[in-house]
């Protein structure tokens, strides 16, 4: 069954219509990447996702529920985080209040602690910087950081964006190893990337999406496969 | 010991200050509006706190605690109604409609109960005491405890509470708070409310410092306070307290070396100072805009 069904989604940025007519669907356990140029609308797509924008047009399914343009707080309740481009950790605060944050909604205090050191376990980095602002962490210890605090919403749908951007080679296996453990582990996840080969080697299926429309769909195989793909985002060999 | 004495009454007039200015700050901090209005719910705070006192004969304690409640629910309306819906306005149009709510209450106060000032009841049998050639009185010992005992209380709630924390969060990143799942508008509510809480006993230790209150009282100290939230850093708690304890001191200074015509001056040569060689103020880091 799929988890997450989005029919015909229409999103705009002021006067720019941003996604026209997206559909694709999640299902439980995957991995799907969506790939495509900057500026495509994938960030606006997880957005709209998350709660943070209003479709104008088109329907969310979240688990048979529609969720299209409801309130950000109600999405992460129902179990969708979204880990946003660009990390937006809260440097003025400590590593450990960021992850502490990651639970805001949760009440469970037992639950919380355990979950605390399962995201030192997943990234000790954090556990030794614990007290540190999280403005001082580097850019790959703030990844770790973002996606921990993601973590600690228990989400069943994990949403993230670009994870790889600005990191070095070394760091960018480190997050996608950590990826694919969170998914091993039963967090179905939807994933944005530029970085294309990386995405699609650890990816079960995945969309591209081109000036707001998805353009390709397909299992990950496929799509490395795909002459058109290999030519646009995968460097051309 | 006359500058002892000195550096007290500007110890207690500065915690004043400081406990208005916290409320600017805050507010600043969390949506970017000089809420000009604030000096007003100080100035209401003061009248409830005399009537709490003079009419319905209660103590200077239950008195301060209606007063911070009744100014916690009337600082969340002014921003219900009035700054809620501006909220992805311009700044200047925020910014206008703060000082017309400021008009709208001073005249409003005015047309309930007339312009004429009221005289504070004395809440406390005065007795001074000597310290190291000082005399200190027990008021000025009461306004410091209080005051500190609020700050304390608040630097408490915005580090160590869980909606302190989504404070904290939300006037760093509203939309990055969102995705923790904070209520982004309740932030900003309680925001108010502690704030225009801390404005009320402001004004209920004003009355009973000063013992004079008017409803045009709110301009002068709402504006030093501004003051000093500038001074100290807006946007920076601590520099709130900081910079409405130096304001307060340089103002009892200024006026003890014989300049007291000058004394409100200076409040206004430190804000340019200040705007011209340190515009982040004392706590403030320089942040260079990225373009």
Same mark, same amino acid.
């Given at each position: ?185 039963? $967090? $179905? ?49 | ?95 206008? $409609? ?194």
């Amino acid at each position: 069954m799929s988890m997450l069904k989005v029919d015909n989604l229409n999103v705009y940025y002021g006067a720019i219509h941003a996604l026209k007519g997206v559909s694709l669907e999640v299902n439980e356990g995957e991995v799907v990447t969506l790939i495509g140029a900057n500026g495509a609308g994938k960030s606006t797509l997880l957005k709209t996702l998350s709660g943070l924008l209003k479709p104008k047009e088109g329907t969310i399914d979240y688990l048979g529920k529609s969720i299209a343009g409801s309130a950000a707080q109600s999405i992460v309740k129902a179990g969708i985080s979204h880990v946003p481009e660009g990390r937006r950790v809260f440097a003025n605060m400590t590593v450990e209040e960021n992850i502490e944050l990651g639970a805001f909604l949760r009440k469970d205090s037992q639950g919380i602690k355990q979950d605390f050191e399962k995201v030192y376990a997943t990234f000790p980095r954090l556990l030794e910087r614990r007290k540190q602002l999280s403005g001082t962490l580097s850019g790959g210890e703030q990844q770790m950081l973002a996606m921990g605090r993601a973590m600690m919403a228990k989400p069943r749908l994990l949403l993230l964006d670009e994870p790889s951007m600005g990191l070095a080679p070394l760091m960018v296996k480190t997050i996608f190893q950590v990826i694919k453990d969170i998914n091993k582990e039963g $967090t $179905t996840i939807l994933l944005v990337e530029q970085n294309a080969n990386m995405a699609l080697s650890i990816a079960d299926r995945a969309y591209v999406i081109e000036t707001g429309r998805v353009i390709i769909s397909g299992t990950a195989e496929e799509l490395q496969a795909s002459e058109e793909v290999k030519l646009a985002y995968l460097g051309g060999h | 010991m006359e500058w002892l004495q000195q550096l007290i009454n500007g110890i207690s007039l500065g915690s004043i200050y400081a406990l208005i200015a916290l409320g600017y700050t805050m507010v600043y901090g969390i949506i970017k509006l000089i809420n000009f209005a604030h000096g007003e719910v100080f100035m209401v705070g003061s009248f409830i706190g005399f009537i709490s006192i003079s009419v319905w004969g209660l103590g200077f304690f239950p008195a301060l605690l209606l007063s911070m409640t009744a100014c916690a629910i009337f600082g969340v309306l002014i921003e219900r109604i009035a700054y809620k819906r501006l909220r992805n306005a311009t700044r200047i149009a925020a910014l206008i $409609t703060a000082i017309g709510v400021s008009l709208l209450i001073q005249n409003g106060v005015i047309y309930i109960r007339g312009a004429q000032p009221a005289a504070y009841p004395d809440v406390f049998a005065n007795t001074s005491y000597n310290f190291f050639g000082a005399q200190i009185s027990s008021q000025a010992i009461l306004i410091l405890s209080v005051s500190v005992a609020l700050m304390l209380i608040l630097q408490f709630i915005v580090h160590k509470t869980k909606i302190g924390k989504a404070m904290r969060a939300v006037s760093h990143d509203a939309e990055a708070a969102k995705l923790m799942g904070i209520n982004v508008d309740n932030i900003i509510s309680a925001t108010f409310a502690i704030g225009s809480a801390l404005a009320g006993a402001a004004g209920v230790i004003f009355g009973v410092y000063y013992t004079k209150i008017d409803p045009l009282m709110g301009v002068i100290p709402g504006v030093k306070a501004f003051v000093a939230a500038v001074l100290g850093g807006i946007g920076i708690i601590p520099g709130a307290m900081v910079g409405g304890l130096v304001l307060g001191v340089v103002e009892t200074v200024v006026s003890a070396l014989g300049f007291s015509l000058w004394r409100d001056a200076a409040a206004f040569i430190i804000l340019i100072l200040i705007l011209i060689f340190r515009p982040a103020g004392i706590f403030g880091k320089n942040t260079r805009e990225k373009v």
